[in-house]
């Protein structure tokens, strides 16, 4: 949303209210299967609602229950609630960890829309819990009216869980007061292979504290414990109140599962009874779209993580799935490699939509770094660049030819965008400086981590000529949120000009030592080019 857009009043109303209902850090893990006389009562609704891959007429709006429970949408233009339309969702049960999605549709484009949910017995729809209520907007219809947005990933990281001394997960707090249109979340929403223990010494003798839960006591195997990470984090007041203002898009990485996981693999870990990793990935992925709305994910039915959400004339999110399509992780030197990190499906599936779209903007929501070598071990590489900086070699076979399409087909205004790297960075690529030279300049930005270890900055390579316009991150591993600072990043697409305005930011830190101004780096772009 451009700057002075409208519907602010109803929406700063509301939260002023979810700040207050929301004070409790720690909340209790009961199973919606519990016995009944742990679920007397009406159905309660502790883990906040949350909106996802909303479009100019619609969204999916979550929840979860308690027990079992029918799920019933209302939506508005006020909070008022006036001549609001009601939606029946489903019944959701046990099958789902008590979670489901509505679908509310032909909703009013760039518009703010006020929903409430409430829980009813399935039995009995006279009682009824105390309903939820949020916000979300639609987008525009009109390049007018503008798009902000912000994203990062990784939440939850190398142990560093909600730390109650510390006020849980505050970057969300800053999140929330810039207002964006939506979140794209890249990647990590859980650890599942981090378990959380109740404190950690950090360097300098200082504890730190975090809330723990059952489930992620020990790495996460069963379908259960892959649950249990995900309702983790919905203990955090400030992530509900944000998932009830912000609506999301999320894909997924390797820590949903295990780090630098792969199809095929069998994990040398030894905290692991199950050491298949695609046995693995199905549960997590099962409970990942049980906990997340997304269109093309829906629980219990075969889908895909990979889509494209258009949000109004001005802009298209291209999301990419860089885990269940991959190879093997290997040094990354095959002369041919046509699975590469995206599969070939999902790459023909990009071309064609990338070149179908007609937003000012297409951003590449990427679930890794495509010029920065990210390791797994001694002599894998994890992500694209495996360190040779000539001409492409394996995976980077496949983006090379993904950056010809983009040139050849002439479509403009592509940005890449990621996280993983836990650090903040912007990379310019250019064939002038390329050993691959048939593509167009671009930019990628990365940020984050949200809440997880801080780590050093990788190397770049060469083959598609990056240079690092600017780089923030700590100097040793794995320092906590207490030591580093959280980074997320912004983007303004003006709906006159149509510039893209890129920010760096960092979480504001209060009562650390970190105070003031919180834009680490900005950029503008123009709109209409296929490289710049």
Known sequence: MAPGSGGGFGRRSLLRGAAVSSAALA??????????QARSGRPVARWGTQVGDVTATSGLVWVRSDRPARMIVETAATEAFRNARTWTGPVVGAGTDCTGVTAVHGLPPGEQIHYRVRLADPDDPRRSGEPLTGTFRTAPAHRR????FLWSGDLAGQ????????????????MRRRDPDFFLCSGDNIYADSPIEAQVTLPDGRIWRNVTTEEKAKVAETTAEFRGAFRYNLQDHHLRAFNAQVPTITQWDDHEVHNNWYPGQLLDDDRYTVKDADVLAARSLRAFSEYFPIRTLRPGREGRVYRVVRHGPLLDVFVLDMRRYRNANSPG??????QGILGAEQLRWLKRELSRSRAVWKVIASDMPLG?????????VEAVAQGDPGAPLGRELQMAELLRHIKHRRITGTVWLTTDVHYTSAQHYAPERAAFKDFEPFWE??????????FPAVKLDGTFGPRQAFVQAPDRANTSPAESPQYFGEIDIDGGSGEMTVRLRRDSGPGDGREGDDV?????????RVGQ
């Open 520 to 528: 680490l780096f900005s950029k503008v772009l123009q709109p209409g």
């Open 445 to 454: 930005f990365v940020s984050g981590p949200l809440h997880a270890g801080g």
């Open 145 to 148: 009216d503008g798009v902000r």
């Open 159 to 174: 142990g560093w869980g909600i730390n109650p001394d510390r006020g849980g997960y505050r970057v969300y707090a800053d």
């Open 333 to 338: 030197r095959q002369t041919d490699d046509p």
């Open 27 to 36: 909340l209790p893990t009961l199973s919606c299967a519990a016995p009944a």
């Open 372 to 380: 920065l070598v990210v390791p797994d071990g001694k002599e894998n």
